[in-house]
């Protein structure tokens, strides 16, 4: 069983930064791989950022490509978005995701945190 605890949203002004962390309990076999997705009101959930655990390969979505990086701290069981020029357009609740699977940006994922808010202002 693994449990997912996102922290790290806030408020923020469009040009800010944020940096959200997703702390990760249980087998890690099960968390190999995980994703920020994130869900807007009125808009379906999307992918932003993939991370495969061992080798710490990262895709991020075409939507935040180089504002956003994806990364982790094995030893520390914990995964970092790093999210800058953030725009309005990013305002959404931000979950992180896991599975053993290869799922990419797919809702499929077996294990969810509860989402941490973000909010960008203009």
């Known amino acids: 069983q693994v449990q997912l605890v996102e922290s790290g949203g806030g408020s923020v002004q469009s040009g800010g930064s944020l940096r959200l962390s997703c702390v990760f309990t249980?087998?890690?076999?099960?968390?190999?791989?995980m994703a920020w997705l994130r869900q807007a009101p009125g808009h379906e959930r999307e992918g932003v950022a993939l991370?495969?655990?061992?080798?710490?390969?990262?895709s991020p979505a075409n939507s935040v490509k180089g504002r956003f990086t994806n990364s982790r701290d094995n030893a520390k069981n914990t995964l970092w978005l790093q999210m800058d020029s953030l725009k309005p357009e990013d305002t959404a609740m931000y979950y992180c995701?896991?599975?053993?699977?290869?799922?990419?940006?797919?809702?499929?994922?077996?294990?969810w945190g509860k989402g941490t808010q973000v909010t960008v202002s203009s």
């Open positions: 991370i495969e655990w061992d080798c710490g390969v990262t």
């Open positions: 249980g087998n890690s076999r099960d968390a190999y791989w």
């Open positions: 995701a896991a599975d053993s699977r290869v799922l990419a940006f797919s809702l499929e994922y077996r294990y």
